[in-house]
């Protein structure tokens, strides 16, 4: 239910040889759905590093502390570090070699590890922002928790069921 975060992240800037990232102000939220409601859980912990070399970024990663997804519900958080084997692999993590910066889009692929499994996915993020030291990023990936060998949750012995798909959304505020 709520893995993924990395990904998220993910991000740019100008042209002009090599610019290290950091973030300030950013978000990352995990959506999904279940039997009884829909759900989200905010990253509260997560770096990003890169460089911006030309109309590249180049050897990103999104680095999220698996245990820093928060729903405000207990059990939630305790069923989601479960599902991602929080406790063995505390690390969610995209990194993507090189990502296209083409107009006001970041695009390109990327490797997601979670708990242990990793996948290729597309990165398409809008670019909100591009001045100065500053750029803001924002978008979504779609994921199916199953496609990492991650069985949806469930509780009160079954009857409450998580959704096989999440989306992981972002906005990301990049200084220099």
């Known amino acids: 239910m709520k893995y993924l975060l990395i990904l998220a992240a993910l ?12 973030t300030e102000k950013s978000s990352m939220i995990i959506a999904g759905t279940s039997s009884l409601h829909d759900w989200k859980m ?31 519900k207990s059990i939630m958080d305790g069923k989601a570090y479960d599902a991602v084997k929080a406790d063995d692999y505390p ?14 889009k970041v695009t390109g692929k990327g490797t997601l590890e979670i708990g242990g ?7 398409d993020a809008k670019i909100l922002k591009n001045q100065g030291s500053e750029m803001q990023l924002t978008g979504s990936v779609p994921l199916k928790m199953t496609d ?4 949806p ?3 009160m012995f079954g009857t409450l069921k998580t959704g096989d798909e999440i989306t ?8 220099k």
């Open 42 to 72: 905010s990253v509260e912990d997560f770096d990003v590093s890169g460089a911006i070399v030309d109309n590249q970024v180049q050897n990103l990663k999104v680095a999220v502390v698996a245990k820093s997804m928060k729903s405000g």
């Open 148 to 151: 990492f060998n991650i069985s």
């Open 153 to 155: 949750p469930t509780a």
């Open 168 to 175: 992981i959304n972002y906005d990301i505020l990049i200084t």
């Open 91 to 104: 690390t969610i993590l995209f990194s993507a070699e090189k990502l296209s910066i083409q107009g006001d």
């Open 117 to 123: 499994e990793s996948r290729a996915i597309d990165l």
């Open 11 to 22: 991000t740019g800037f100008f042209s002009f040889g090599q610019i290290n990232l950091k």
